[in-house]
């Protein structure tokens, strides 16, 4: 029989195509999602990729009553996959108790219920943001915590915070944070891919909608930060690769072979590639020329972060196997297949 996984915010970007990995391996797996930011279509772009239609639960997290209930029902779970958060840096600076409320509400609702009913195993979606400017490069996870520029950020340190105390306690917890450094691409059936709301905050999102000609221009942040052309350097890393990365967590959670209750892996391809390189390339694979003009620095941007990437691989015996080219051509692709749609 298979092993039930819950995965909350599962029709949000990384949580939909970890979705998909999980059931091609053979998990089955109830979303929770309250589709604040995400659409319920999402679970039939998940079928017509893996041919499951994943169980439901619309709820919010924040909800006390109705995540207690939720955990009840599926107390037969193994696991959880703790995506649901709101993640809009800008946002978060102008409204942070929305930002605290919401992603540590949920976080707290989530632990305390599911362990409530016995369910043990929780893998956390951190950021490389918990980092803040990093003293050196690549970085480990030794590196040390830095307080993050936005309250989205701080969210995510102060809930590795709250699971390094309840592991300490008789909880019985066992936990992963995975610190994701910059997932961009889609799922390659082009069926599944980042869709934010409103206008996109990140790059790859507003280079592939630029050249679909929803956005009149990209505005890029600065061009004199100390790299190879005075654009920021970042880690991108495909979603898919991520999406398997928390499949061989949770296998590690399963089999336990945890060295600690609480481990924290980093989650790139340890190779930085610059904001001009992403437009070089992305023009050079999808032949558009990008309208782009270079424009101030954005306040709290660092200049460059990538991940020494040794311990996943190490301990979760995972690598990345797709590259920058498939990264820009899959977020092309389901951009297309977006605009098919309409
Ligand atoms: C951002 C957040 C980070 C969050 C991550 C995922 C900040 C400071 N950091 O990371 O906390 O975890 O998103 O949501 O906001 N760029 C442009 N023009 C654009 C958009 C981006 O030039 O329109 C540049 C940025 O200056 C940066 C790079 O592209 O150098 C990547 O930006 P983005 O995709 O927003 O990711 P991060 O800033 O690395």
Redesign the pocket.
Known sequence: MSQKIIVTGGCGYIGSHTVVELILNNFEVVIIDDLSNSNKKTLERIEKITGKLPSFEFLDLKNEEETKSAFKKHKDAVAVIHFAAF????ESVKNPLMYYKNNLLSLINTLEFQLEQGINNFIFSS???VYGVPEELPITEENEVQR???P??NT?KIAEEVLEDLVKTASNLSAISLR?F??IGAHESGFLGELPNGT?????P?ITQTAAGIRKE?????NDYDTKDG??I?DYIHVVDLAEAHVKALQRLLNNEQNKPLEIYNLGTGNGSS?LE?IKSFEKITNISLNYKIVE??P???EK?YANTALAKDKLNWECKRGIDEMIASSWKWEENLKKEQ
């Not at 996109?200 to 790859?204: K, R, S, Y």
């Open positions: 993640k809009a840096v800008a950021s490389a943001t993050p520029f936005s989205y950020g995510k994701y910059n997932p996109p905050n990140n790059l790859m507003y990209l505005q890029v942040y600065g654009t920021p970042r904001v992403i620095r954005r709290g941007d660092v972060l």
